[in-house]
C-alpha cells in the first residue's frame, strides 16, 4: 500500500511540475510515465485518464493550501487576539514566505486548469469552483470578524473584498512569471495589506 501510495504521489509530482510548467494541454501521460519509470498500465492504475489526475492535482493543492493558510493565520492569532492585527500579520507572514520561495513562485494549479478548463469534464471544473469558493469563504469570513469590530471605512462588499485576496496573489504570481520577477507577488501581498489598513482602520484625525 505504501508502495503504491507512494508512486501515486510521484506520478503528481511529476505532473504537476509539468502542468506547471506548460499546461495541462501541452504535459502527456506519456512524458509522465516516462519520468515516472513506470508503465503506462501503471498510470492508468492511479488514474483512468486526464480529467482524474487533474482532479487529483486540484484535490491536493485545496488540502496544501488550506494547511499553509491555517498555519499562518494560527500564528498571526497567537501573535495577536485582534482580528484586525491577526489579518495584517498573516498577510506579512504571507508575503515573507513568498519571498522565501527559491526562484519565485511555480504557480498555481488551480490557475492552469481554468485557463484550459474546455480539456475537461464537469468533475473537474466543479473541483476547481471547489477551491477558488473555498478561498472565498475562508478570507470573507476573516473579514467578518474584523468588521464586526471596526466600521469599514468604504462601501465596499466583503465578498468582492475576500475575492481580491486571491485576485492580488493569483495576478502577482502571473505578473511575477511574464516579466521574470519573483518578488513582485509579495509586494502586491503587501500593497493589499496597506489597503486593508486603510480600510479598517479609523482616521486618527
Known sequence: ???????????????????????????????????????????FYHFPDKNALARALIERHIEIEGQ?????????????DDPLQAALIGLKLLAEMLDDVPYGHPGCIVASAT??????????????????????????????EIAARYPLR???????????????????????????EPRITSRQVLLLR???KLLFLPSPH
Not at 499553509?68 to 495577536?80: K, P, Q, T, V, Y
Not at 485557463?115 to 469563504?137: K, P
Not at 465596499?156 to 512569471?177: H, K, N, P, Q
Open 1 to 43: 500500500m505504501a508502495r503504491g501510495k507512494n508512486t501515486k504521489e510521484r506520478i503528481m509530482d511529476i505532473a504537476q511540475d509539468a502542468v506547471l510548467a506548460k499546461g495541462f494541454d501541452a504535459t502527456s501521460i506519456e512524458e509522465i510515465v516516462t519520468a515516472a519509470e513506470i508503465t503506462k498500465s501503471g498510470f
Open 154 to 180: 468604504d462601501d465596499v462588499g466583503l465578498t468582492d473584498l475576500a475575492d481580491m485576496v486571491s485576485s492580488v496573489i493569483e495576478g502577482g504570481l502571473v505578473i511575477s512569471r511574464a516579466i521574470g
Open 68 to 80: 499553509l493558510f491555517d498555519g499562518i493565520m494560527d500564528r498571526a492569532r497567537e501573535l495577536s
Open 194 to 196: 496597506s489597503y486593508i
Open 115 to 144: 485557463y484550459q478548463d474546455r480539456l475537461f469534464d464537469r468533475s473537474v471544473r466543479e473541483a476547481n469552483q471547489r477551491a477558488v469558493l473555498g478561498w472565498r469563504q475562508r478570507f470573507l469570513t476573516m473579514f467578518e
